[in-house]
């Protein structure tokens, strides 16, 4: 089974008023901690989404032959528009499932993405699997590609979690994590004064 991560980096931090992911944290940037994670991880490739420079993307990232760079002309209309970028080279990459992952999202653990991983490997009918802290689905999400069409209908600024509701979420699986921390994404100078206090 092929399972590739998609890394969305493409966003305008808009309210951070400087690119969130060139901020400096544990000796390299925000947007490279999830990224080396995902690295780490047992995923079999991983595509970056980007919208203009990748300064913030370390040379070892860029180098490193699990990784491809996507730009995404159209990422200004939304995630949506992100994730749509990844499908179309995906597409032609015979992936059996994604796993969509924030690029401001520096905390998310190994652990967690190996266990979204082994959970689809364990039952492959599973047309999701997805993470939640206090019963909301946040990502890291796994998508099967029986969700691909599906995906490619999404417009706007809605993630692919629009369609985790109602009678479809029996069609996957919900792993519950207790740690807020894991998911919580650096969008406000407020939000970066937190993360790096937590280093000290």
Known sequence: MKIVGVYLAAGKSSRMGTNKLALPYKNTT??????????????????IIIKGNSHWISSEMIKNPKCSVIQCPSAHLGQSESIKCALRTIHTDGADAIVVMLADQPSIPLHMIEEIIACKK???????????FDNIISPPVLLSAAMF??????????GAKALLQGD????GKILPYDQFEYFQDIDTKEDYDILLSGTK
């Open 30 to 47: 925000i947007g490279n901690v999830a990224l080396k994670t995902a690295i780490q991880s047992s995923l079999d490739k991983i595509y």
């Open 122 to 132: 364990k039952t492959p009918s599973l047309q999701f699997v997805a993470a939640s």
């Open 149 to 158: 069409p599906k995906i490619s209908n999404l417009s706007g600024d809605i």
């Open 168 to 171: 479809y979420l029996k069609k």
